[in-house]
């Protein structure tokens, strides 16, 4: 799964959130290595992947799976998983959005500080 041709430009706050929670079941190296390139994947919008709207929206699929069974396969309860998957949906939203060309920031300490900022209006 390692793209090694992916540059890294520091780490998104949707790295960030996935690092805090693989991080507490294993490795802060393999968290990472996990992190980024879900980072990527869910974020593929952000960081440029795919060519067209189907394309991006194959990677952020298959970047929410894999954060999905990864997440089952580390956490037992089945709270912590929904947890860790609603920020992982919101954060996929969010680069939908950015797809359509509303500038989305998110606060790195928490998803829910996201603000969407568009022509038309503006969300907090």
């Known amino acids: 799964m390692m793209n090694h041709s992916v540059k890294n430009y520091g780490r998104s706050a949707l790295e960030d959130y996935i690092m805090t929670w693989f991080s ?4 802060k190296r393999n968290a990472h290595r996990l992190a ?4 990527h994947l869910i ?3 952000g960081y440029g992947y795919g060519d067209t709207i189907e394309e991006r929206a194959m990677f ?4 929410t799976r894999i954060a999905e069974y990864i997440i089952g396969t580390l956490y ?3 709270e912590d998983r929904k947890k860790f998957m609603d920020g992982i949906i919101d954060y ?3 680069d939908i959005l ?4 509303a500038l989305v920031q998110s606060n790195i ?12 209006a503006c969300i907090s």
Request: glycine fraction near 8%; aromatic fraction near 0%; charged fraction near 40%.
């Open 24 to 27: 507490k079941k294993m490795s």
């Open 36 to 39: 980024n390139e879900l980072g």
């Open 43 to 45: 974020n593929s919008a």
């Open 60 to 63: 952020r699929e298959t970047g």
């Open 76 to 78: 037992d309860d089945p």
């Open 92 to 94: 996929a939203r969010h």
């Open 98 to 101: 950015r797809e359509k060309g």
């Open 109 to 120: 300490e928490s998803i829910s500080n996201a603000r969407i900022l568009s022509k038309d």
